[in-house]
């Protein structure tokens, strides 16, 4: 048991390798990091969704960026999109599950907002409508997936791709990823 404990983390670190040896990926990461900046100095929001553990992923790094990091300083505007239960359940059961998003990017989603859209497979049904709206919107759109990007990565400004297959390690380096961009935005705007 101890040893399948320890190639399970052989397995994480892998992966986080993987990352530090991909300099697209890190360069991609570094925009990203950078043009959430400048949206929240644009005094625009961002805003995350997923679904089951993604969405509890977009959750969490929503709450980094508008409680606080690592700085004691002034909250930011990040929402993640499914926290709302009476909203979620009404339309997905008026318009469909895969409507729950995308309706709400049209109500709130502004020209020069960020989408974080977080699925490991980059194919779920109401995070690629919820793309759609955003391009409409005039948003931009951050893609948070597994290896291939899967549907998701025809219409992604930036592509965050976890180099891999299996959803436990790539959720692991969403949250790694996420927290990353969070201290680097952090420090933009207030300082390393």
């Given at each position: ?67 606080r ?31 729950v ?25 109401n ?65 390393a």
């Amino acid at each position: 048991m101890k040893q399948y404990i320890v190639n399970k983390i052989r397995e994480s670190i892998a992966v986080k390798e993987a990352i530090c040896r991909d300099e697209p990926l890190l360069d991609t990461i570094k925009a990203v990091a950078a043009t959430i900046t400048q949206s929240l100095q644009a005094d625009h929001k961002i805003l995350f969704c997923g679904n089951g553990g993604s969405a509890a992923d977009a959750q969490h790094l929503a709450a980094e960026f508008s409680g606080r990091f690592y700085k004691d300083r002034n909250p930011l505007y990040a929402e993640a999109l499914h926290c709302n239960t009476s909203y979620l359940t009404a339309v997905g059961n008026d318009y469909g599950y895969d409507q729950v998003y995308a309706r709400i990017l049209k109500g709130i989603g502004r020209p020069g907002d960020v989408l974080v859209g977080i699925s490991t497979s980059g194919n779920s049904a109401n995070i690629l409508e919820a793309i759609k709206v955003a391009k409409e919107q005039g948003m931009i759109v951050v893609s948070m997936t597994g290896n291939t990007g899967g549907k998701m990565k025809a219409g992604s400004d930036y592509l965050i791709n976890v180099p891999s297959n299996d959803t436990p390690r790539i959720q692991e380096a969403h949250i790694l990823i996420g927290h990353i961009i969070c201290e680097i935005v952090e420090n933009n705007l207030f300082g390393a």
